[in-house]
Structure formats: C-alpha cells, structure tokens
C-alpha cells in the first residue's frame, strides 16, 4: 500500500511537470508571434492609447510593415519614427522587381503575380479613447507604381482605414489608385522608393525604369501628406475602438502600393489645419544657370476637415525671388483666384480650402543674366489661416521644401522641418581651360569619376576579375590616391571615358604622370584613343623588352607611339638604350596644328627627356572620347602600373 501511495505521488508531479512545461512552451510560441507593435507604437502619439494590436501580411517574413525614422524626403509627423505598409517591401530603396536600379516596375510579389489570394497586409489597434474625445484623427500618404499608366482602371490598389466605435459603429476612409489624389509625381518624392522614371520617357504599359530623371517619363506618384479623421470617424470619451489598417493588391498582385502612416491622436472637435510646401523645377534641366525658366509649385493643403474659408485679405503670398523675373502670365491656380503684382513682385491668393483638400499653385520665372556664379535663389511663401473658428485668419504657416530640413524653427512652433525655405543655387562659370584629375577624392579598390562644377567629365569602368584597373592609395606622385592598372590578354578590354560636350570644350592635349618598374618575364599593354565612332587617334605601346640584366627583373619598359604607316617610333628616356626604369614620368600629347601631333616625355628631377613631332595623325585629338586598354600578353606576373595628375588642357569651342 505504501509503495502504491508513492507511485501515485510520482505520476502526479510527473503530469504536473509536464502540463506546467506544455503551458510554458505554448506561452513561448504564442510571444513569438509578431503582432506588429512596433508598427502601432511608431503610429500612435500616445502609446497609452494601445491596449492590444496584431498583424497579418501575405509574406511569410514580415516585410510587408516597417518602422523607419526617415526615407528619403519622407520625415515623420510626430516622433522620431513613423510606419510603412506595403503590397511590396516596405521601406525599400526602389520599388521595383529584387529592388534592382535600373529594374521591373512590377515591384514584388508573395503568392502569385496574377492569381489569389491578393498580397495584402492588415494592421489592428485596439485603442482607449481619453475623456471628452469625440474625434480620431492620423497623417496618411500614399505612395503607388500604378500612377501614372494604371490610373483608372481595375488595377486598383487599395487602403482601407476601418474605425469600430461601439458608440458610433464602423466608419471607414478608402483611398486607392483611382481617387484622383495624386498631387506628386517622382520628381517630388525623392528617396522613397517610388521615385522612378521609365528609361524610355514613356510611362505606359510594364517599364524597366530606374532613378534618372527624365520629363517625361515619371513611373510613380504620391497623395500629398495629409491628415484624416474628424467627421469621418467619430467615436465616443471613454470607449474602446478597432482601428484597422488594411492595404490591398487589386486586379494582379504587381506595381507596388505603400502608405505612411503617422501621428495618430484624438481631438474634441472637428478643426482645419493648414501646411504650405513650396518646390521648385528647372524646366531646363540639368545645372541651374543663367537664363534657365523655374517653375514654382505651392501645395495648400488642409489637413483638417472643417472648411477653410476665403476671408478678406490674401491666404497665400509670395514675393518673387531676388536674382529672378516673373514670367507674366504663368501663375495659375486650381481653384480660387490668384494675380501677380508687378509693383510689388508678390504672388497673392485668394479662396477656400475645403477640409482634406489640396489647393495647387505654379508660376515661373527666369534667372537673371547678371547673378553670379554660386549665388543663391530663395523662396518662401506665406499662407494666411483660421486656426480657432472665428472669422478672419488668425494664423501663418510658411512654406516648407519638404526635401531638407535645415534645422531652424522659423515659425517657433517647435519643430524645424515644416519650415525650410526652397533654395537653388547657381552655377555660371567661364569655360575651364583645363581639367585635372588628381584621384584625390576617389574611393580605392573601384573605379573612378571626376566632375566640373556638377558636369561628369571623366569615368574609368571597374574592372571586376582579372585585370586591375582602379584607384589605389598605396602608391601615388603628389596626391593622397593615384590610378592603378594591371592589363592581361585573357581579360576584358578597359576604358577611360571622356565627356566634354557639357562643358562646350574639347581637347588641345593629354597628359599624365606614370610610374613603373621592371618585371620578370613579357608583357605589354596598349592604349588606343578612340573618337564617338571608335576611330582610332592614336595609339601607344607600352612593351617591357629583355635586357639580360639584373635577372631575374631583366625585362625593362620601352615607350612608343604608333606611325600613320603602322610602325612603331620609341619615345627615349635618358637611360641606358633609352629604357624607362623604376621612376615617375610625365606623358604629353599635344595637338600641334595641320594633322600633327607633339608626343613628349619628362622624368621627375630631369625634365624634358624626349620630343617628337607626328604628321599625318589619323583622326583629331579633340575629338577623344574614350581610351582602350588592351594587351597581346598573358604573362604570369604582370607588371603595375600607378597612373596620377591626369591634365587635359582644352580648347573652347
């Protein structure tokens, strides 16, 4: 009996144990289920408001939200952080196909492209509303690759905003790719992802696109950031709400959608609230410079949804900048009515807002011929606002550039991104008579680029495997970097590539330091200057010959250029049969008039160690636009080369 009595005793803790370890993995699982409240948490102005929230998507890794603190132009609204839904990946760099640039507008997918079930992602937030509440109100912004080419159509990308009030019951705010809100195109959302241009100017149909800018050519918009709720959802003090987020594929499963969503708060009562953003484009592309048309966009948007009304005096002024004139007759207005006084040189407008309203206004101007270079051209407006319901507007919001955020709070309300001035600056500049690439700002280990005053001149490709062809900080003549090469037959041809038709210049002559050393066995390489045809210039032969000398390095460098004829004409160094031993030398090649080229060479500490004159060159050195490396040797031990001071003396056009 005792022994009965203790068996029994064991079985007990035995199944005691086993239900307390059962329940305490099941707790485990359950806490490892992601219920997005890091979503919730970066949305809400309060995180008390939060009682409980889950999350579904249709990835199974949870890609499709993400909290961020900023992307690209896109800032939070409250906080330091804000949330991203999407029917792709959300917060990613270009939303295309693997996020490839240039890449697939189709963007990503999770179940099928075409078929069910549709990606989608859902957000729930159970909410307490405080005492004396009666409003929900948060900042939304919705991007899509739908816009401009699927607008209108079943391919219809969805966002669902779903308020359950015990009180009130279910109120829902539905903004998809056919509301008719897109406000901004790729030009104006920098750095989110959706700011994509199709390669062939044509956004129509499925594109390959990819960050250049090209008007037109914009694959993919925004609404503007603003703020729902009010009357659109109305709730009760004290009660416990659903809110859901829910963010659909409509018609495929392609094309990218995504929202923001930010500051979510409770209020009172119903207001209106004004936010004023200014942007600027050169319609003439490229560089801003002299003479260049601007064109002016000011988006008055009330985020609230009470009416804004038209008082008396001006809701929007802006003086034309300095270093500018108003091109008559461009300002235009989406509703209201806006003039241009010229005594003055301000913009005026006058009209209402209705409440989750956008109100766009343009004008354009020219940049002066007499600003100089650097100057800077400054913008802001002001708008005029009701903030308290009474009649007439109590209220100022200046214009904001939404693409920086210059750190000064100029209107004192706390924060210092919702008011930076719009700012260009001018680059007017005599043609250079010359151009050096020194290496000194290039990165080792890839290829290099320089630029004159924004305008790309000079690149080299990268040479992945085999040969070296790259900038190096491990030997160099007078600056911190030079250029390093190491040229095979069994490898890819390398180039330099040059592109002066920006700078309206072209070449008088060619120069660069060089350094080398003798190597063990045969080898050479080649460079051939090439005109936009692929018609040779010149071409040079670096060829290390064997001198049966201090083996096993007896092989040392000869210089030559090619002749009209074909053959070969050595460049001499002061050396011993004019080879080029362990030194840093200067290469120069000059135009020299009527088809004639001056080909020199100069050592450090000697100067000028060679000269000679070409007749008859093959095609005009101002023409270069690109330099060939190439070898005939595939030699074990290949010998490198330091290339630095890279100088093009020019001619203007």
């Known amino acids: 009996m005792k022994n009965l009595k203790l068996k029994l005793l064991t079985y007990f803790i035995i199944i005691f144990i086993l239900s307390t370890s059962s329940q305490h993995f099941i707790n485990q699982v359950k806490a490892d289920v992601y219920n997005g409240e890091d979503l919730a948490l970066a949305i809400l102005t309060n995180p008390s408001f939060l009682i409980d929230c889950s999350y579904e998507n249709t990835d199974n890794q949870n890609k499709q939200g993400i909290v961020l603190s900023s992307l690209g132009s896109i800032q939070p609204t409250h906080g330091t952080t804000f949330a991203m839904l999407s029917t792709g990946i959300a917060g990613c760099q270009i939303a295309t196909t693997g996020e490839e640039n240039p890449g697939d507008e189709r963007g990503t997918w999770f179940k099928s492209e075409y078929g069910y079930p549709r990606d989608e992602v859902t957000l729930t937030m159970e909410l307490q509303v405080p005492n004396f509440y009666h409003y929900i109100f948060y900042d939304i912004q919705f991007f899509s690759t739908e816009y401009p080419e699927y607008v209108g159509t079943k391919f219809n990308d969805k966002l669902t905003v779903s308020v359950d009030s015990p009180s009130q019951g279910i109120s829902n705010y539905i903004f998809d790719v056919n509301s008719g809100y897109f406000v ?57 709400i659903t809110v859901t987020f829910n963010l659909i594929d409509s018609g495929d499963n392609l094309f990218d959608s995504t929202v923001f969503i930010d500051n979510l708060l409770f209020a009172g009562y119903a207001t209106n609230n004004i936010i004023a953003r200014n942007s600027v484009e050169d319609l003439n592309g490229g560089d801003v410079e002299i003479g260049d048309i601007l064109e002016y966009s000011i988006l008055l948007t009330n985020t609230g949804i009470a009416l804004q009304n038209d008082y008396n005096g001006s809701e929007f002024e802006n003086h034309i900048s300095i270093n500018t004139t108003f091109i008559n007759g461009s300002e235009r207005a989406s509703s209201g009515n806006i003039i241009y006084d010229q005594v003055d040189k301000n913009i005026s407008w006058n009209g209402e807002i209705p409440g989750e309203t956008t109100v766009v206004l343009k004008y354009n101007v020219s940049i002066n011929q007499n600003v100089s270079n650097d100057a800077l051209i400054i913008n802001q407006g002001i708008a005029y606002w009701d903030s308290d319901g009474f009649v007439g507007n109590d209220a100022r919001e200046y214009t904001d550039d939404p693409n920086i955020d210059d750190g000064i709070d100029l209107d004192d309300d706390g924060m210092t991104l919702d008011d930076d001035p719009t700012i260009l600056r001018v680059i007017c500049y005599e043609d250079p008579s010359f151009l050096l690439e020194d290496f000194s700002d290039d990165i080792p280990g890839v290829n290099v680029s320089d630029i004159y005053f924004g305008r790309k001149w000079f690149d080299t490709n990268n040479a992945l495997f085999g040969n070296i062809f790259e900038a190096s900080e491990n030997y160099k003549y007078l600056t911190p970097n030079s250029f390093k090469t190491k040229i095979r037959l069994n490898d890819k041809s390398q180039y330099w590539n040059y592109s002066l038709s920006e700078l309206n210049d072209s070449i008088k ?23 936009i045809y692929g018609e040779k210039i010149i071409k040079l032969k670096f060829e290390y010959i064997q001198t049966f000398v201090d083996n096993p390095n007896d092989w040392a460098l000869k210089l030559s250029f090619q002749r009209p004829n074909g ?87």
């Open 184 to 240: 901004m195109d790729a030009n104006d959302i920098g750095g989110s992802g959706f700011d994509i241009f199709s390669q062939d100017g044509n956004p129509s149909d499925v594109d390959i696109v990819d960050r250049n800018i090209r008007n037109p050519g914009a694959d993919g918009g925004a609404s503007d950031l603003i703020q729902i709720g009010g009357f659109y959802h109305p709730i009760s003090p004290n009660e416990i």
């Open 567 to 653: 053959l070969w004409s050595i460049l001499y160094s002061d050396y011993y049969n004019g080879y080029l031993y362990d030194a840093w030398y200067k290469l120069k090649v000059q135009d020299y008039g009527e088809n004639r080229i001056i080909y020199s060479l100069n050592r450090t500490s000697v100067g000028e160690i060679c000269n000679k004159i070409e007749d008859n060159l093959g095609e005009p050195l101002k023409e270069l636009t690109n330099i060939e490396w190439t070898s005939t040797k595939d030699s074990v031990v290949c010998p490198i080369f330091f290339w630095d001071e890279h100088k093009l003396e020019l001619i203007n056009n």
């Open 509 to 531: 002559s060619w120069e660069i330091w060089f350094r080398c050393s003798n190597t063990s066995e045969d080898s050479n390489f080649f460079l051939t200057f090439k005109n």
